[in-house]
């Protein structure tokens, strides 16, 4: 049975808006075509306001839903690790209950593939069961080179758990990865997702060994004297460590100056760039320079981060609060960072991300009042 969808408004994304068109899908949701409103007389069913592709969200960390309202707003990313690390035990039927709301409430809201970022094995039973397709990051943390080896090792373990997941494994952070480790991932995966310049004090810990990552360090009582900052910023020291060949995420980018974007440009040809703007606000209460990132054009991606630093996982709320932020930007262009553009760093282009032809990518109405549904 075809189904006839109308909507006032058709964002097939790959091509131009169309007003008062129907879409019509096969009856397993595979896009047939876009025609105009009076070619189709018959079984249309009419939805107000806007259709769009299903929602890519290319950085979360679903098996931290449990942390909802649990970690301070406004702290910094330094405060906010070490709060997380207090906290982040719990039950794992707890953990395990909060995951299935959270990959739910992703689903209903128009979310069709996530980015998702694991440091254990208690969301997996979850993702392989879920309605959304993940790709699961599998994250590497270690700062002491002399452990790489052993870090690389227990994390194919943990990805021999994941079953018919999809997993790779990836680097954390510049300030918390090795360049020996970064070396190790970058001559192993052909995919990299790395949290990037999310505050200021990152950089200056590359720059001269100052600020509050050796609070960081200290409070967990690591020894890193033998670490010797490069006197550049940290994209610009470990940017010699990454494979140029790979697919890169960078994620949060708060504090990368467009020198930064326009090296990253010349240097690593498949690089995106992921926003992740309320999760900026709820901890370092600043934005990313995305007026830069638009004048160098980056690959911009759109992601959620986790509840442990947003209030809601919902893709059109990070639009909204885009527009919010940068009125100057149009609607249809971050409708691309939130579809079609994290489809392609995921590799899932072939399926998701645009209205086109003989694609399956998940149907979307945003209603007038600003909320999304999924409703095919
Ligand atoms: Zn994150």
Redesign the pocket.
């Known amino acids: 049975m075809m189904q006839k969808i109308a909507a006032d408004t058709i964002y097939p994304v790959t091509s131009a808006p169309v007003q008062n068109g129907v879409l019509i899908l096969d009856d397993q949701h595979q896009v047939l075509d876009i025609v105009s409103r009076d070619e189709v007389s018959d079984d249309v069913q009419y939805f107000e306001g806007a259709v769009c592709p299903g929602f890519i969200n290319t950085?979360c960390?679903l098996e931290l839903s449990h942390l909802k309202g649990a970690v301070p707003e406004g702290t910094g990313i330094v405060d906010f690790v070490l709060n997380l690390q207090k906290i982040r035990r719990f039950p794992e039927e707890e953990m395990l209950e909060a995951a299935v709301k959270a990959d739910r409430d992703m689903y209903d809201k128009g979310i069709v593939a996530v980015g998702d970022?694991s440091n254990g094995s208690s969301s997996f039973p979850v993702k392989e069961r879920s309605g959304i397709y993940y790709h699961t990051f599998i994250e590497l943390i270690g700062f002491n080179p002399a452990f790489a080896p052993a870090i690389i090792e227990k994390g194919r373990e943990l990805q021999a758990l994941a079953g018919t997941l999809k997993t790779s494994l990836t680097a954390h952070a510049p300030y918390s990865v090795s360049e020996a480790l970064f070396r190790a991932l970058a001559s192993e995966e052909e995919i990299i997702s790395v949290?990037n310049q999310e505050s200021l004090a990152e950089n200056y810990f590359f720059l001269d060994k100052s600020g509050n990552f050796n609070r960081l360090y200290e409070t967990f009582g690591l020894d890193i004297s033998f670490y010797h900052p490069s006197g550049k910023t940290s994209l610009q020291t470990y940017i010699d460590y990454l494979n140029p060949a790979a697919k890169h995420l960078f994620?949060h980018n708060t504090f990368t100056s467009e020198p930064e974007l326009a090296m990253i440009r010349e240097r690593i040809p498949q690089a995106w760039w992921c926003l992740c703007p309320q999760a900026n606000l709820y901890i370092e209460r600043s934005l990313p320079p995305v007026a830069d990132m638009m004048r160098q054009q980056c690959q911009i991606t759109l992601g959620t981060?986790?509840l442990a630093s947003n209030h809601t996982l919902d893709i059109l709320s990070e639009i909204r609060t885009i527009q919010a932020h940068f009125p100057e930007i149009s609607f249809e262009e971050i409708l691309r960072w939130a579809t079609i553009n994290g489809a392609r760093f995921l590799g899932i282009e072939h399926q998701f991300g645009s209205l086109e032809k003989g694609k399956k990518p998940g149907i979307v109405q945003i209603l007038p009042e600003g909320k999304a549904r999924r409703i095919a």
């Open positions: 950085h960390h970022i949290h994620v981060d986790s």
